[in-house]
């Protein structure tokens, strides 16, 4: 599938860094750096824009590395870019550490995934038909 990308960082593109991965980085695109205080956000701009095909998304998630290493990760994991946005690609990074953590211009900072994604209608209905599982949820399972 090819989609369209504007890249106004002067960043590389973003690029799948394996054979076989499934998502590639994108990279923060900001003029100074930001110091991320322990349990801030902040709106992290890519410098990316892109034009989906209709029917898809781009999901924005963390990196595993960031989040293990240094307590930072997206914010609302996964975000979504629905096919019709236009504008640039934020990112809303937290950091959850008691440590600062220091983000610079071409910094990767989260990973992007396209998906198929499929629209409903609702059909109206006062019986769900049930299942062996029922309402059964929130651990209902067990620990293990």
């Not at 322990?38 to 781009?58: D, M, N, S, W």
Request: proline letters at 5%.
């Amino acid at each position: 599938m090819n989609v369209k990308i504007k890249n106004i960082s002067g960043n590389p593109l973003p690029a799948y860094e394996t054979k076989e991965s499934a998502g590639m980085d994108l990279r923060a695109s900001i003029d100074t750096d930001i110091k991320l205080k322990p349990f801030q956000r902040y709106l992290v701009p890519t410098g990316i824009f892109i034009e989906l095909p209709k029917g898809y998304e781009a999901q924005i998630r963390p990196r595993s590395g960031l989040a293990n290493k240094y307590g930072v990760t997206v914010l609302n994991s996964p975000g979504t870019i629905d096919s019709d946005y236009r504008g640039e690609i934020k990112v809303i990074l937290i950091n959850l550490s008691h440590e600062e953590f220091l983000i610079q211009n071409g910094d990767r900072i989260c990973q992007i995934i396209f998906q198929k994604c499929y629209q409903i209608k609702w059909e109206e209905s006062d019986i769900i038909n049930n299942s062996e599982r029922g309402d059964g949820g929130f651990g209902h399972t067990g620990k293990s």
